[in-house]
């Protein structure tokens, strides 16, 4: 089972055992990490659960398609490597994945 590591804003960091095919955001809520607040319930239609893909994870975890990059424009604080995370798709090769969580949510 794949381990996700989320890092808030001041470094504390919760690592979370993610099932296949969950999204980043659903093992979030479920795990009750702090900073994600996923008001849609992870159908992209907001940004409240923004997340900095770690560099070394960027090209496993993927490129934002054009849905979820309009939505980021709502965003607090977008860098290169933010992504939603509810359009993260987990898989075995995410084993280790590390997220950073901004701030604030939008």
Same mark, same amino acid.
């Given at each position: 089972?794949?381990? !996700? ?9 919760? @690592? ?7 999204? &980043?955001? @659903? =093992?979030?809520?479920? =795990? ?5 607040? *996923?008001? +849609?319930?992870?159908? +992209? *239609? +907001? $940004?409240?659960?923004? &997340? %900095?893909?770690?560099? $070394? ?6 490129? *934002?398609?054009?849905? @979820? @990059? ?5 965003? %607090? ?8 995370? +509810?359009?993260?798709? &987990? ?9 950073? !969580?901004?701030?604030?949510? *939008?």
């Amino acid at each position: 089972m794949p381990k !996700i590591t989320y890092v808030t804003f001041d470094g504390n960091q919760t @690592e979370v055992d993610a099932s296949e095919g969950t999204t &980043v955001m @659903e =093992n979030a809520i479920k =795990n009750m990490v702090q900073g994600i607040e *996923a008001e +849609c319930g992870g159908a +992209c *239609a +907001c $940004a409240t659960c923004h &997340v %900095y893909v770690d560099d $070394a994870w960027a090209e496993k975890t993927g490129t *934002a398609e054009p849905m @979820e @990059e309009d939505m980021l424009d709502f965003a %607090y604080d977008v860098k290169p490597t933010s992504r939603l995370s +509810c359009q993260i798709k &987990v898989t075995s090769e995410m084993d280790g994945l590390v997220v950073h !969580i901004p701030e604030r949510q *939008a």
